[in-house]
C-alpha cells in the first residue's frame, strides 16, 4: 500500500480545484482570459514534459491527473481504455473549451462572471 503524504494530499484537491475551474471555464471566463490559460497550459507541458500538480502529487511527470481518475471510473464499468488515449482526449479538450467560449460569447452573446476589459 502506498502512503500518501500531506503535500500530495493537498496538491491533490489544488489539482482537482484547477481542474473543475478549468473544465467550468467557458462558463464563466471571457474567453481572451482562457486562451492565456491555455497556453500557459501548453507552454507548462512543453518546458516541464508535463504537468508541476501531477509531478507533486504521483511523482511522475509525464502523467495525467485527469487521465488517472477517469481511467478508475471507467474501469468500474469494465471499460479499459489505455491512460495514454485517455490523456490524449484530455489534451484537446482545452482547445474544445475554448472554441465552446468563443462561440457562446462572441457568437451567442453570452456575458461570462469574469471579463478582461482590457483587451
Same mark, same amino acid.
Given at each position: 500500500?502506498?502512503?500518501?503524504?500531506?503535500?500530495?494530499? #493537498?496538491?491533490?484537491?489544488? /489539482?482537482?480545484?484547477? $481542474? %473543475? !475551474?478549468?473544465?467550468?471555464?467557458? +462558463?464563466? =471566463?471571457?474567453?481572451?482570459?482562457?486562451?492565456?490559460?491555455?497556453?500557459?497550459?501548453?507552454?507548462?507541458?512543453?518546458?516541464?514534459? &508535463?504537468? *508541476? +500538480?501531477?509531478?507533486?502529487? !504521483? &511523482?511522475?511527470?509525464?502523467?495525467?491527473?485527469?487521465? /488517472?481518475?477517469? &481511467?478508475?471510473? #471507467? @474501469?468500474?464499468?469494465?471499460?479499459?481504455?489505455?491512460?495514454?488515449?485517455?490523456? @490524449? !482526449?484530455?489534451?484537446?479538450?482545452?482547445? *474544445? !473549451? =475554448?472554441?465552446?467560449? *468563443?462561440? %457562446?460569447?462572441?457568437? %451567442?452573446?453570452? @456575458?461570462?462572471? $469574469?471579463?478582461?476589459?482590457?483587451?
Amino acid at each position: 500500500m502506498q502512503i500518501i503524504t500531506t503535500k500530495q494530499k #493537498l496538491a491533490g484537491v489544488l /489539482h482537482g480545484i484547477i $481542474v %473543475l !475551474f478549468a473544465y467550468t471555464s467557458f +462558463l464563466w =471566463l471571457d474567453w481572451k482570459l482562457i486562451v492565456i490559460g491555455v497556453l500557459l497550459y501548453y507552454i507548462q507541458l512543453k518546458i516541464f514534459d &508535463g504537468c *508541476i +500538480l501531477t509531478y507533486a502529487q !504521483f &511523482g511522475k511527470w509525464n502523467y495525467s491527473f485527469t487521465a /488517472h481518475y477517469a &481511467g478508475k471510473i #471507467l @474501469r468500474k464499468f469494465n471499460v479499459d481504455i489505455e491512460d495514454k488515449k485517455i490523456k @490524449r !482526449f484530455i489534451d484537446i479538450l482545452a482547445p *474544445i !473549451f =475554448l472554441v465552446l467560449a *468563443i462561440v %457562446l460569447q462572441v457568437i %451567442l452573446k453570452y @456575458r461570462p462572471l $469574469v471579463v478582461w476589459k482590457i483587451w
